[in-house]
C-alpha cells in the first residue's frame, strides 16, 4: 500500500495532512489560547473581584473551559477552521467529508481534552510530584500524537471518536 493511499482513505478531497503540520497547528493554536485564556482569566476576576488566585479556582477553570468550548465550536462549525488551521490550510470535517455539526463539534472538543486529562488527573491520585507529573504528561501527549500511525486514515482519536477528521485544504487558483 503506497503512502498517499494510506493518508487518503475514501474521496480525494480527504487528504489526512502530515503529523508535523498537524502538530505545529496545535503550537499556534496555543500561543492563541494563551491571549483568550488571559482575556477570559482577567473578565471572570475582574467580574467576581477576585483577589487571590485560590478563591473560587474551580469555577474559573469551568469558566475557561467554557470560553474555549465556545471559540472551538463555533470555528469549527463556521467554515471548520480556527485561526492556525487557516494557517496551516487544515479543516475539520465529519467522517464524510461535510461540515461539522453543533454536536460533533462539542463531542471533539470534549474527547480533545484525552490529550491532558489522563495524566493530570495521576497527579492528585497517586500524588506525583510536579517534575513526574510532567513527564508522565509528555510521554502521554507523544504517545497520543504517534498513535495515528495506528489508524489507516492517519487520523488522531479524539476525531474518530467525535465522527470527525482532519483534511488538507487544497489551495484555490494556484
Do not use: C
Request: net charge positive; aromatic share 12%.
Amino acid at each position: 500500500m503506497s503512502a498517499s493511499s494510506l493518508e487518503s482513505v475514501g474521496s480525494p478531497e480527504l487528504i489526512a495532512p502530515k503529523l508535523r503540520r498537524r502538530l505545529a497547528t496545535m503550537l499556534y493554536e496555543g500561543v492563541i489560547l494563551f491571549g483568550i485564556v488571559f482575556i477570559a482569566g482577567y473578565l471572570f476576576s475582574t467580574l467576581t473581584q477576585q483577589r487571590n488566585g485560590l478563591t473560587h479556582h474551580n469555577l474559573l477553570m469551568a469558566w475557561i473551559g467554557f470560553v474555549l468550548a465556545i471559540y472551538f465550536v463555533y470555528f469549527w462549525t463556521h467554515g471548520g477552521q480556527t485561526l492556525p488551521m487557516k494557517t496551516w490550510r487544515l479543516k475539520v470535517v465529519d467522517a464524510r467529508g461535510a461540515p461539522v455539526s453543533t454536536t460533533r463539534a462539542i463531542a471533539r472538543y470534549v474527547f480533545a481534552w484525552l490529550w491532558f486529562l489522563p495524566p493530570l488527573a495521576l497527579h492528585p491520585l497517586l500524588k506525583l510530584s510536579v517534575p513526574t507529573t510532567l513527564v508522565v504528561a509528555v510521554v502521554w501527549i507523544v504517545l497520543w500524537a504517534a498513535a495515528v500511525w495506528l489508524n489507516p486514515a492517519r487520523q488522531f482519536l479524539h476525531d474518530r471518536l467525535a465522527g470527525t477528521r482532519i483534511v488538507s485544504v487544497v489551495p484555490t487558483g494556484a
